[in-house]
């Protein structure tokens, strides 16, 4: 059954128009249940929203390889690991880390709709808050102002457009062979770079930016020499890591993680762990990828 309440909070101020607060979230056994705000399917068209307030659940392998990592981290490390929540959208990710106590949380949203959601989904759950710092800000290769723009069907997963005069355009002429043709722009952000950002050590890593991921590699490259992190979840669009970086080489995002120590399993279950690998691998036109470094 589906609790939704869409009464005020006094301390956490009133639901925003066109969200509904769903309780009882509870993704695996070992914690307790908690609550989030999100989009109003019926209202809005967003894929997140329409999967946690229908089902209280959101990208549930990622979610379970999560939820398993950050204990044992815990446990190998001796202290709280870190996980840099690039794209954190309404806060799944981060919520589900909050809410083990075995990790402390760096989020990044540069949706102001979406960051405003996951600062009273963490209001509402008090004891998480302490957990988290969000800045609401999007990252890349420099410091910009870009726009950010969305399918209507997924009006809550912007993606950022930068340097471009019709954005919505840009984006349109990418998917229009895939069926994608609702592209609009949702609003602006503020990029900087990682390494202008995060200072503190980083032992795991959620990205997911719709594309812009090897953007944001070009900014980050101190926090990898300083301490690089055990575990690494990225999505990993080729096609439209080569519109966004103007590049024909998109597995140069795979690369910079391979030249590091690390290899990779796809969602299919394929092991890569070097260069060679990587130019035979077929790629899906989108993947999930897990990256781990050996120590």
């Known amino acids: 059954m589906l609790f939704i309440s869409l009464a005020a909070t006094a301390d956490c101020g009133p639901l925003p128009e066109g969200s509904l607060n769903v309780q009882g979230i509870q993704p695996v056994r070992e914690i307790p249940p908690y609550q989030m705000d999100v989009l109003v399917p019926r209202?809005?068209?967003?894929g997140v929203s329409g999967a946690i307030a229908s089902t209280k659940i959101w990208d549930s392998k990622k979610t379970a390889l999560l939820a398993a990592a950050l204990p044992q981290l815990h446990a190998q490390l001796g202290r709280k690991p870190v996980l840099l929540d690039i794209g954190?959208?309404?806060?799944w990710?981060?919520?589900l880390a909050a809410a083990t106590d075995h990790a402390h949380v760096i989020a990044i949203e540069a949706s102001d709709r979406n960051s405003a959601r996951l600062e009273r989904s963490l209001c509402l759950n008090a004891h998480f808050a302490k957990r988290v710092t969000l800045h609401k800000v999007g990252?890349?290769?420099t410091t910009a102002d870009c726009a950010l723009v969305a399918r209507r069907r997924n009006i809550?997963?912007?993606s950022a457009v930068c340097g471009q005069g019709?954005?919505?355009h840009f984006m349109n002429s990418w998917g229009w062979s895939r069926g994608f043709r609702d592209y609009v722009v949702t609003g602006t952000m503020h990029m900087t770079r990682i390494d202008d950002l995060v200072t503190s050590r980083v032992d795991v890593i959620k990205i997911d930016v719709e594309g812009h991921e090897l953007e944001v590699t070009k900014g980050w490259s101190a926090l990898f020499d300083i301490s690089p992190p055990r575990l690494v979840l990225t999505e990993y669009v080729p096609s439209l890591i080569a519109e966004k970086s103007n590049t024909t080489r998109p597995l140069d995002y795979?690369?910079?993680f391979l030249r590091r120590g690390y290899s990779m399993v796809d969602d299919k279950g394929h092991h890569i762990a070097t260069e060679a690998q990587l130019v035979h691998w077929r790629a899906g036109w989108m993947n999930d990828l897990v990256m781990r470094r050996s120590e």
């Open 43 to 46: 209202s809005h068209k967003d």
């Open 88 to 91: 954190a959208n309404l806060g």
């Open 93 to 95: 990710f981060t919520m």
């Open 139 to 141: 990252v890349g290769a």
């Open 156 to 158: 809550d997963s912007p």
């Open 166 to 168: 019709d954005p919505a």
């Open 254 to 256: 795979l690369r910079f």
